[in-house]
């Protein structure tokens, strides 16, 4: 995960980009945070269904002025939460919107295939 351009590790278990507004935690990783939540504030993407597996999440609503990627999870999004207290993040294959995820909620199980994810207030 290194090898994608900017990426910075932070610690044993995670890779930062963009100053730390998107953090991948390795699974199993001592860092690891309780499965099923995303950080107060953060919109998360899981490799795994129910909320397992490798975890990236992001606390910026763009980086750049686009959806953030989610490439460096490096296998298609299996589950997704928006931690938000408001607002709603928006789960993309390209430009075609898959998921409307309101503010504090989830989707545990998503086999379509994911590229981005962003949120609105």
């Given at each position: 995960?290194?090898?994608?351009?900017?990426?910075?590790q932070i610690d044993d278990d995670s890779i930062a980009w963009d100053g730390?507004?998107?953090?991948?935690?390795?699974?199993?990783?001592?860092?690891?945070?309780?499965?099923?939540?995303?950080?107060?504030?953060?919109?998360?993407?899981?490799?795994?269904?129910?909320?397992?597996?490798?975890?990236?999440?992001?606390?910026?609503?763009?980086?750049?002025?686009?959806?953030?990627?989610?490439?460096?999870?490096?296998?298609?999004?299996?589950?997704?939460?928006?931690?938000?207290?408001?607002?709603?993040?928006?789960?993309?294959?390209?430009?075609?919107?898959?998921?409307?995820?309101?503010?504090?909620?989830?989707?545990?199980?998503?086999?379509?295939?994911?590229?981005?994810?962003?949120?609105?207030?």
């Amino acid at each position: 995960m290194l090898a994608m351009p900017g990426g910075v590790q932070i610690d044993d278990d995670s890779i930062a980009w963009d100053g730390g507004a998107v953090v991948l935690t390795l699974e199993g990783g001592s860092n690891q945070q309780s499965i099923g939540t995303c950080s107060t504030g953060s919109y998360c993407a899981w490799s795994g269904a129910s909320y397992t597996g490798n975890k990236l999440s992001f606390t910026a609503c763009s980086i750049g002025g686009t959806a953030s990627s989610l490439a460096p999870l490096g296998t298609n999004a299996h589950s997704l939460a928006n931690a938000r207290t408001s607002g709603t993040v928006q789960a993309k294959n390209g430009a075609t919107v898959v998921w409307n995820i309101g503010a504090n909620s989830g989707v545990p199980s998503n086999a379509a295939t994911l590229t981005s994810m962003v949120c609105f207030s």
